[in-house]
């Protein structure tokens, strides 16, 4: 099984601010790397798929970066609503498999 | 407008069984794999199970092969997962989400099942 490494777990950072998540795969994967976002109490939403496309209605300032076994979502101008935890998933091989998490709060 | 809205869940003892139901609409069901993922109470997300559009390949993580059973109902627009022999391990917010090309694109609100004497 591939196991995902995310970093960091938790992350607090001022209104505007730029963050950036890490998340690294034990093999390659091939740029087949989702990052979602889930709001507290919500079902998770799907941010980036392909490792650096936006999904459809996701605001600009976040993006997707990486290759190989090592991938990144950045957050410009960090919003209030952007407070969420963060998955990243790949979808190489079966069995799908998600990073930790990474919850992100307002300093 | 996408839809997914599981059903089914609840306080279960150990051993037990229990059958989810997700009923989709707002997408041609027929056309899309379907999966489970579920997130234990304050963890993280585990997928549990994947089904192809025409239930040809199914596959199923390792913590449940063998005991529970991915199916869907193409007619009804609905995706089941039937959970026997179930453990406390499983007591988790069970989603029902659609694969777009290997990511989840859709998901639904989840449901809870609780294992517990």
């Known amino acids: 099984d591939i196991q995902m490494t995310q970093s960091p777990a938790s992350l607090s950072a001022s209104l505007g601010e730029t963050v950036t998540i890490e998340c690294r795969a034990s093999?390659?994967?091939?740029?087949?790397l989702a990052w979602y976002q889930q709001k507290p109490g919500n079902s998770p939403q799907l941010l980036i798929y392909d490792a650096n496309s936006l999904a459809d209605g996701v605001p600009s300032r976040f993006s997707g970066s990486g290759s190989g076994t090592q991938y990144s979502l950045k957050i410009n101008s960090l919003q209030s609503e952007d407070v969420a935890s963060y998955f990243c998933?790949?979808?190489?091989?079966?069995?799908?498999?998600f990073g930790s998490g990474t919850k992100l709060e307002i300093k | 407008e996408v839809q997914l809205v599981e059903s089914g869940g609840g306080l279960v003892q150990p051993g037990r069984s229990l059958k989810l139901s997700c009923l989709a609409s707002?997408?041609?069901?027929?056309?899309?794999?379907m999966n489970w993922i579920r997130q234990a109470p304050g963890k993280g997300l585990e997928w549990v199970a994947s089904i192809s559009s025409s239930s040809s390949y199914i596959y199923y993580a390792d913590t449940v092969k063998g005991r529970f059973t991915i199916s869907r109902d193409n007619a009804k627009n609905t995706l089941y997962l039937q959970m026997t022999s179930l453990r406390s391990e499983d007591t988790a917010l069970y989603y029902c989400a659609k694969l777009g090309l290997g990511y989840f694109d859709y998901w639904g609100q989840g449901v809870m099942v609780t294992v517990s004497s």
């Open positions: 707002g997408f041609t069901f027929s056309n899309y794999g």
């Open positions: 998933q790949q979808y190489n091989n079966y069995p799908f498999t």
């Open positions: 093999e390659d994967i091939y740029s087949n």
